[in-house]
């Protein structure tokens, strides 16, 4: 019989028999993509998904925006160059000072930017080695439940040890502290105790000849976790490392990759906290789609020599082309106005749906940057009164939403939290569409769950 050609199920099959087993969305996701526009999806059968994914939050504006599809046509047509390395060019010049003048003036004006390999775990790499060059030190302190990457180095900085824990030999000397999480605080307090525990044990430690640690070369963190499990810094903590880093001259990275670009309601996360941080990490989003990574940092830390970090193809036009026109519209107040909108309707519709059942511990996060942390209610709960993770749950409600044609994605401990990460210009309809889904199936498992 001849193979139908036109199915999902073709596609799957023959990308298993070539594809590496590290592959990862295929496994949750089994379908072949064949058309996509705004926050939808079609796969080769002619099924409809409404995507929250939107490459783990890659499409700030969407599947196929328009005006981001028209500059790059036009670009592409124009004749310029594609591919530049290093090299200047008038389209990459409009990008750098696009973005200088998108951020907080004090870091603008003493800015140096790095174009890395297009992905942010390359951004990460290369901020270390930029830190480590400048400060001549060697140990980086990084935060639990932090994400930075599947390279060396920044796996190394990453908290979760389901990747690292297979690979021998990650960057040596990186420290671990303790994060702040009103749900599931390290310390066992929570609330405000929680978090000043969380700067209390920072600065002391930091400051203490007997800590164990030497003055390390950077510290490196996440504004809001991301694969963490969708965890806002609250903003004494941000300006505590900021104050304390300052005092102590050790360079602040602050990880936008994921919150960045329009995500939080503000065009950099790092803004809530009124801070200016030494070194930004940007990617994802600020390609407009196509790959892209950059490093922001402050000129004084400037002190690698030419070459000290490079890559092929660090001059994609295409993806600064794009990435024009996606930073004049995130960055305009009256669309980031819409973004914490639209992110307060669904933590609202979410908390109603929470009151209604008993597998949701906790809704967070920050403009459309959205995690539901889902509990087992038949466990016990710890010393908080928080019921265990269920990462279980969270597959199952995930699975029954991709039936249902709504693709979303789960992250934090033991897989627990399901995340928001749709287009930032979705319209109300969709929005409320997929929450219509979400509801329905959540119902139905705690049903399950709970015989009720």
Not at 283 to 310: C, F, R
Not at 359 to 386: H, Q, W, Y
Request: with cysteine.
């Amino acid at each position: 019989m001849l193979e139908n050609k036109g199915t999902n199920q073709y596609f799957i099959t023959r990308q298993e028999s070539t594809e590496s087993n590290a592959r990862s969305y295929p496994r949750k996701f089994p379908f072949a993509l064949a058309k996509a526009s705004g926050s939808w999806v079609e796969d080769v059968e002619g099924n409809k998904y409404l995507d929250f994914l939107c490459g783990a939050g890659t499409l700030a504006l969407g599947h196929n925006d328009p005006e981001v599809n028209q500059a790059m046509v036009e670009l592409i047509t124009s004749g310029a160059p594609l591919h530049t390395l290093d090299l200047t060019t008038p389209t990459k010049d409009a990008f750098v000072h696009t973005l200088l003048s998108n951020l907080p003036k004090e870091l603008s004006e003493n800015a140096r930017i790095q174009f890395c390999s297009p992905s942010g775990t390359d951004a990460t790499d290369a901020a270390l080695k930029l830190c480590k060059t400048a400060t001549g030190r060697t140990s980086i302190i990084a935060f639990q439940g932090g994400y930075h990457g599947m390279g060396h180095g920044a796996m190394a900085c990453t908290g979760n040890l389901g990747a690292k824990s297979k690979i021998n030999g990650l960057m040596p000397e990186v420290h671990f502290f303790p994060a702040p999480n009103s749900y599931r605080c390290p310390f066992g307090l929570g609330g405000q105790a929680g978090i000043d525990a969380c700067c209390n044990f920072f600065e002391r430690t930091l400051k203490d000849p007997e800590s164990g640690i030497p003055r390390p070369a950077a510290v490196i963190i996440e504004p809001i976790q991301g694969e963490g499990g969708v965890i806002p810094m609250p903003e004494k903590f941000m300006q505590t490392i900021r104050r304390v880093t300052k005092e102590l001259g050790i360079p602040m990275i602050v990880d936008e990759i994921q919150c960045g670009m329009g995500r939080s309601g503000k065009l950099f996360a790092f803004e809530y906290s009124d801070i200016i941080p030494d070194v930004v990490l940007i990617s994802k989003a600020i390609g407009g789609t196509q790959p892209l990574a950059v490093v922001v940092y402050n000129k004084e830390l400037d002190k690698w020599q030419p070459g000290a970090h490079a890559g092929t193809f660090r001059g994609n036009q295409l993806a600064m082309k794009a990435g024009t026109v996606v930073l004049n519209r995130v960055s305009k107040q009256e669309f980031l106005s819409e973004v914490t909108r639209k992110g307060d309707m669904f933590r609202s519709r979410i908390n109603a749906i929470k009151d209604k059942v008993s597998i949701i511990g906790d809704v967070r996060g920050r403009g459309l940057m959205c995690g539901i942390e889902f509990v087992d209610p038949n466990g016990e709960k710890d010393s908080t009164g928080a019921y265990p993770f269920s990462g279980d749950i969270a597959a199952k409600v995930q699975h029954m939403c991709f039936e249902n044609k709504l693709v979303m994605e789960k992250g934090g401990r033991f897989g627990s939290v399901m995340r928001c990460l749709c287009a930032l210009n979705i319209s109300d309809e969709d929005l409320n569409h997929g929450l219509d889904i979400f509801e329905k199936v959540v119902l139905e498992v705690n049903a399950e769950v709970t015989g009720k």
